[in-house]
């Protein structure tokens, strides 16, 4: 065993084992909350360029499987953990956790102290930290990086169904919000977030969907008037970064949380019902209430644990978004309903029919 240890740039060390790649690695450190689901969690393209800790002490126990991949890659710098199970049992599990992390060469720590960990980052707020071998000075680190960069796909790809055609803007989507899409038998084309109105016009969708992805969302400002002209043209739905882009298309603000909301045990309000359901959620950023022009937008839901905003639906346009993940994978699948909404827009507008609907 390699001792290693995470040091956060606020001056503090966390003592460790090193696996995975046993490589330095330097990320935002930010935690999750969820019980299960490391598998998800650790292969969501929102995740690029960040540490992943843990909540849950032991990782690894049932594996890791062919069908539980939220993206082909790992994007995370690295993961820590209270304890890592190097020997799985489970009759899908092909390899275990740090076997995969050392695979894909991605950092990893175990035998942290997670609780003291996450204590801190609470206290702090969201900070870099860097695995490595032993206590070193804290490297210099570049301002905001475009992660949406690295993580959205370069190529258009092509699913069919013989529902509506859905567009999906690639800003690190998870593989389950296009399985939502294609259990709706939706026809469904991925393309990459640098795709121009023009080329996304031409593809002739019944409604676009702004997908989820990593890092903050100010930096895809040059975007924001593409944004604005989809919303504007077609039926929409943003998740999570998604949504942060359609409200600030729409001249809303953003601003990052102390830790960010991370796990899937989060209680959303709808504020036309007043029902609260459990929600899987893993962002920085929130959309700045007092920015939102309520003439524009009716704000629908709201975090319990906060009062942040969770959703929007706007008023002319039939666009509308929420914070969290309705897909879920890992977490709690209540709010899968928001696909059915977005498809009721899509036939409302253009009168191409989901059996999900019906």
Avoid: W
Wanted: charged share 20%.
């Amino acid at each position: 065993m390699d001792n290693g240890c995470l040091v956060l740039e606020t001056g503090e060390v966390f003592p460790g084992i090193l696996i995975g790649s046993k490589e330095d690695a330097i990320g935002e450190v930010v935690f999750n909350t969820s019980m299960t689901g490391y598998q998800e969690i650790m292969s969501d393209p929102s995740y690029a360029g960040q540490i992943i800790v843990f909540c849950y002490p032991l990782i690894g126990n049932y594996g890791i499987n062919p069908q539980d991949y939220e993206a082909e890659n790992i994007y995370a710098k690295g993961v820590v953990m209270g304890e890592a199970c190097h020997l799985p049992n489970h009759y899908s599990s092909e390899v275990a956790a740090p076997e995969l992390l050392k695979k894909l060469s991605i950092s990893g720590l175990s035998n942290v102290d997670t609780r003291e960990l996450v204590k801190t980052i609470r206290k702090h707020g969201s900070v870099k930290g860097y695995i490595t071998d032993s206590v070193k000075e804290f490297p210099y680190v570049e301002g905001t990086e475009n992660f949406v960069e690295l993580v959205s796909t370069t190529k258009v790809k092509s699913y069919p169904g013989a529902g509506p055609h859905i567009v999906l803007l690639d800003y690190g989507y998870k593989k389950s919000i296009l399985e939502a899409l294609l259990y709706s038998d939706c026809q469904v084309t991925v393309v990459p977030y640098t795709t121009s109105l023009e080329k996304l016009q031409a593809l002739h969708p019944d409604g676009v969907l702004l997908s989820n992805g990593p890092g903050n969302p100010e930096v895809l400002k040059d975007h924001f008037p593409k944004i604005k002209n989809i919303a504007e043209e077609f039926p929409t739905l943003g998740i999570c970064l998604g949504h942060q882009l359609l409200a600030l298309a729409f001249g809303a603000t953003t601003e990052k949380l102390l830790f960010g909301h991370r796990g899937g045990n989060h209680p959303v309000k709808d504020l036309a019902t007043g029902k609260v359901y459990i929600t899987s959620q893993n962002h920085s950023y929130n959309v700045k209430e007092d920015s939102v022009n309520q003439e524009i937008f009716s704000i629908t839901y709201k975090n319990i644990n906060d009062g942040t905003v969770e959703g929007l639906q706007h008023k002319s346009f039939p666009a509308l978004s929420v914070q969290f993940h309705p897909e879920a994978h890992p977490g709690p699948q209540d709010t899968n309903y928001i696909f059915t909404k977005f498809l009721k827009l899509i036939h409302d507008k253009t009168g191409v029919m989901s059996y999900a609907i019906q």
